[in-house]
RNA sequence: GUCCGGGUGGCGGAAUAGGUAGACGCGCUAGCUUGAGGUGCUAGUGGCCGUUAAGGCUGUGGGGGUUCAAGUCCCCCCUCGGACACCA
């Protein structure tokens, strides 16, 4: 039983299980929710996104807070009578329908279909305004052609390319990773530690694209995203400024580049490092330094990513048998291997500068190497202390810097760098190329064939898609390899070029490709000509507002914003940003952490539903807290919430059965139209804020107010009654949209309270008959009185001073000062 | 270590062009309603002092500062959470 029984006593009340079955029905068959693509249609267009769902179960509670909130914000639109844009689609490529697959011995599609399914249909059942006619499963052939499509755009473009490298390895997953799935080097998705390997994958050239990534965030600030994703998507860009300069390597015809923010400190380095797992190091190892280098190669090699990142462990290298000149002052300097360096970033070697670098510090301590103050910071000397200074300071022992600051000789060693042609000023980048390849199955397959003779050959256009042969159970099990490695038959193709015989690529895509783009097929959903009509994505685009996790702050987000800019530099889209706004909402938790299996404490979305009833769910969520903060279920009520609902709907009902729709309010009692009108305004503007929870509050006190007008005022039906009881459905039909129906019905009318009903605050009603001032003494409140809001500021001073409560704290002490804010304080200040 | 957020009653949270701190809700207390329970309705509810009362004092993590006035602005510190983490 989902209703709340009531008695003679309470009156009305709803029944939410059969609500809920009467609106679904209602809906489904009324399709109020569409966006229309009718050219003369000149409503303003509004689209909403949000992050689309991962079929791997039934919807649970963090689904429901994050739909909930979307659906808020397009129902809000949708009663302002825009054109709105909601629709729905499934993330369904993914490992985890693999890995069920195998379990269950049977193809990933019947697991994931049949997820889909049911979510969808609890989707219905939650009651989100999304237009079901635009729905899409990434995992189609359908829309998987087109990220093999896209892939070649990129490709020809040469933006995406293959090569060698050591690839993030999940053991696990048996898998590559890139750089954005590994978090605290393990895997994102199982948690393994990840390690490194050597492999041949391919990349998109995302770096191409950083300092637009950066450049265009100024389209983002202000609000518009969180402050939080644009600063974890600022660092992981990560762009360094300072300078290349190139090393001569004794022995070597062509000089090696190092990059460095610290240009200044050229004369205080004393060695060279190059990163031990890259090339430049087994070409400069000395023939006597071979087994030493070797072994230290091959332990490097065992470390996982975690034992790597240790910050407490101690610096390892070996000596290269090799000397590097530094280009300022001839200077020998020994050039060793270390794991410290990093092969992908900057040039994969450094100089280092250990008075003035602690890595390099603790590596020169470790191996006895000499240290060289050149930036006089007036700290102590490192070499004793151990502790590099990186400060400011003055340049020492270095030539055509002494004397200068740290940020003058920076200038002044670039200029001079430059003239001898031996370095220039640069920029450097923390992000790495985005990895796609993955040795999984169910994605979509990479659409190149590798011949013999041409090499890496793409397939056709018109021979897209390439669709995934049929395989299943074991046969998907993880072997390092791809599974597609062993459809012989698929694999097995003519070459496209010279026709001699070839191979597919039998690596599948990352599924972060699939999610790049949907946002814009849902403008053309069941297109077959191109990914999207570049029009119908331009007449939308970008999205308004999209709506869903922070954990994807560096990886979808990221990877949305790079694929926007290549599409428009292909000439596909208009716009460079896919989303005007994002909101990112909170986790529910419960009593404190997590919701997990392992603790137990997980709470069924199902169950509550079952128990509360959908409006009761979706109302608690919204009112506990800010949509971005989280909500901790043990302290929330959603008893609460279904007794606030059986109130308003109590409220609706009885001002329905005493008077009739279109009854004019202008009659009904102005107090409660005061009341009702400041709550148009205020509502409005908190949903515009999207401040929900206390756009729930305001309207809570609204259905007090048409309460006590009910009980204790110009009875039910009076016109203001109906007035307030009336927004009060409109309001509710963002929040509880079934009691909304339900209560708009209830009031007298035909048809769905959810699109188009949205009032205007009169503004005549906002001004107030009268308000409290406050009468301070020293700033201490003492007296109230009730003004009009007009009351001129002489007037008001005079009977502040006049109060008696005041006269009583003044005495007789002098007044000093009077400070009138007309109508709403005054303060008098004495002494 | 670096970078972002936060610290307001017993609890979730309101209130920032500086101007009545604690809206709304939970919980709790009392009363009405009720066969009982719940629901519903009414009143109260930051702390301290005060005989109930009237009233007073105090209060937004801590300490300074600006101001007639600070949860809100400035400086310093403490603390919790998150992200990144050998990025040269």
Redesign the pocket.
């Known amino acids: 039983m989902t209703a709340?029984?009531?008695?003679q006593?309470?009156?009305d009340?709803y029944d939410a299980r059969a609500l809920q079955d009467k609106w679904q029905a209602r809906w489904a068959a009324e399709l109020p929710f569409q966006g229309s693509e009718d050219p003369g249609d000149t409503r303003p267009r509004s689209y909403v996104v949000d992050m689309f769902a991962y079929p791997s179960g039934d919807l649970h509670m963090g689904h429901a807070e994050a739909y909930a909130i979307g659906d808020v914000i397009g129902r809000y639109r949708f009663q302002r009578g825009d054109n709105v844009l909601h629709p729905i689609g499934w993330d369904s490529f993914g490992l985890p329908a693999e890995n069920a697959a195998i379990r269950n011995d049977s193809h990933p599609a019947e697991w994931t279909y049949a997820n889909i399914e049911t979510q969808a249909a609890s989707f219905r059942r939650y009651g989100i305004a999304v237009d079901w006619s635009r729905r899409l499963h990434t995992s189609d052939p359908e829309y998987y052609k087109w990220n093999q499509w896209l892939f070649l755009r990129f490709f020809e473009r040469g933006l995406a390319y293959r090569k060698d490298g050591q690839v993030n390895w999940c053991p696990q997953d048996q898998t590559v990773l890139a750089?954005e799935q590994?978090?605290?080097?393990r895997c994102e998705r199982c948690g393994a530690d990840v390690v490194r390997r050597g492999l041949n994958q391919w990349y998109f050239r995302i770096t191409d694209y950083a300092q637009r990534l950066l450049d265009d965030m100024d389209q983002l600030d202000d609000g518009r995203w969180?402050?939080?994703i644009l600063?974890?998507q600022?660092?992981?860009i990560?762009r360094?400024v300072?300078a290349d300069v190139h090393f001569a390597i004794e022995g070597r015809d062509s000089p090696v580049t190092?990059?460095?923010?610290?240009?200044d400190t050229l004369y205080g380095a004393t060695f060279f490092?190059v990163?031990a797992d890259a090339d430049l190091a087994e070409e400069l190892c000395a023939p006597e330094q071979r087994a030493a280098f070797d072994a230290y190669r091959a332990e490097v090699a065992k470390l996982s990513?975690i034992e790597?990142?240790?910050?407490e462990?101690p610096?390892?290298g070996v000596f290269l048998g090799r000397y590097a000149v530094n280009p300022v002052n001839g200077q020998r300097m020994p050039v060793w291997a270390?794991?410290?360096?990093?092969?992908?970033?900057?040039?994969?070697?450094?100089?280092?500068?250990p008075a003035h670098?602690?890595?390099?510090l603790?590596?020169a301590l470790a191996f006895d190497l000499p240290v060289k103050v050149v930036v006089e910071t007036g700290d102590p000397d490192p070499a004793e202390t151990g502790v590099a200074t990186a400060g400011e300071g003055t340049l020492r022992e270095s030539g055509p810097l002494d004397g200068l600051t740290k940020t003058d000789a920076i200038d002044r060693i670039i200029e001079v760098l430059a003239e001898r042609g031996t370095g220039d000023a640069a920029v450097?980048?923390?992000l790495?190329d985005w990895l796609l390849s993955r040795q999984r199955y169910w994605g979509t397959p990479i659409p190149i064939i590798h011949c013999p003779t041409c090499g890496e050959v793409p397939v056709r256009d018109d021979q897209l898609p390439v669709a995934l042969p049929e395989l299943k159970g074991a046969e998907l099990a993880p072997q390092g390899v791809s599974p597609l490695a062993a459809a012989t038959d698929w694999v097995e193709v003519d070459c496209p070029a010279c026709g001699g015989p070839a191979k597919r690529d039998t690596d599948t895509m990352d599924t972060f490709v699939d999610s790049s783009w949907y946002f814009l097929r849902y403008c053309s959903p069941h297109l077959d000509t191109a990914p999207f009509d570049s029009e119908a994505v331009n007449t939308w685009g970008p999205v308004d507002h999209y709506i869903g996790g922070?954990?994807h702050?560096?990886l979808h987000l990221l990877y949305a914003r790079f694929f926007t800019k290549v599409l428009h530099d292909l000439g596909m889209l208009s716009f460079t940003e896919p989303f005007r706004r994002l909101t990112n909402q909170?986790q529910v938790i419960n009593e404190g952490r997590a919701m997990s299996k392992s603790l137990g404490n997980g709470v069924d979305l199902g169950k509550e539903i079952e128990a509360y009833g959908v409006d009761a769910v979706r109302l608690t969520m919204l009112?506990?807290?800010?949509p971005e903060?989280?909500?901790?279920w043990a302290?929330?009520?959603c008893?609460?919430?279904?007794?606030?609902l059986?109130?308003a709907f109590?409220v609706m009902s009885e001002a329905g059965a005493a008077s009739a729709p279109g009854t004019d309010a202008a009659a009904g009692d102005a107090g409660l139209r005061r009341i009702t009108h400041r709550s148009i305004d205020q509502i409005t503007a908190?949903v515009e804020a999207r401040?929900f929870?206390?756009a729930?509050?305001?309207?809570?006190?609204l259905?007090?107010a048409a309460?006590?007008a009910i009980?204790?005022g110009p009875g039910a039906a009076d016109p203001a009654v109906r007035e307030a009881a009336e927004f009060v459905a409109v309001a509710l039909s963002l929040f509880a949209p079934y009691v909304a129906e339900e209560g708009w019905e209830r009031l007298g009318h035909t048809g769905s309270v959810a699109v188009g009903n949205w009032p205007e605050a009169d503004p005549d009603l906002l001004v107030q008959e009268s308000?409290?001032?406050?009468v301070?003494v020293?700033?201490?409140?003492?007296d109230?009185l009730s003004v009009a809001p007009d009351i001129d500021p002489a007037e008001l001073e005079q009977l502040a001073l006049a109060s008696e409560?005041a006269q009583?704290?003044i005495g007789d002490k002098q007044i000093?000062?009077v400070?009138v804010?007309a109508p709403?304080?005054v303060?008098i200040?004495v002494g």
């Not at 709340?4 to 008695?7: I, P, S, Y």
């Not at 790597?308 to 910050?311: F, I, L, N, P, V």
């Not at 020293?778 to 003492?782: D, E, H, P």
């Open positions: 709340v029984d009531g008695d006593k309470t009156g009340t750089n590994v978090v605290q080097g969180p402050d939080e600063a974890m600022r660092n992981w990560g360094s300072g190092v990059f460095t923010t610290r240009p490092v990163a990513d790597r990142q240790a910050t462990r610096k390892t270390a794991d410290y360096v990093l092969a992908d970033y900057g040039h994969g070697a450094i100089m280092a500068v670098d602690q890595r390099d603790d590596f450097n980048f923390r790495r922070k954990e702050a560096t909170g009112f506990a807290s800010p903060e989280d909500v901790d302290d929330v009520s008893t609460a919430a279904q007794k606030f059986n109130r109590r908190l401040r929870n206390v729930i509050a305001r309207t809570m006190e259905v007090t309460r006590r009980d204790s308000v409290t001032c406050v301070q020293q700033s201490k409140v003492r109230k409560k009583g704290f000093r000062k400070i804010r709403k304080l303060n200040v």
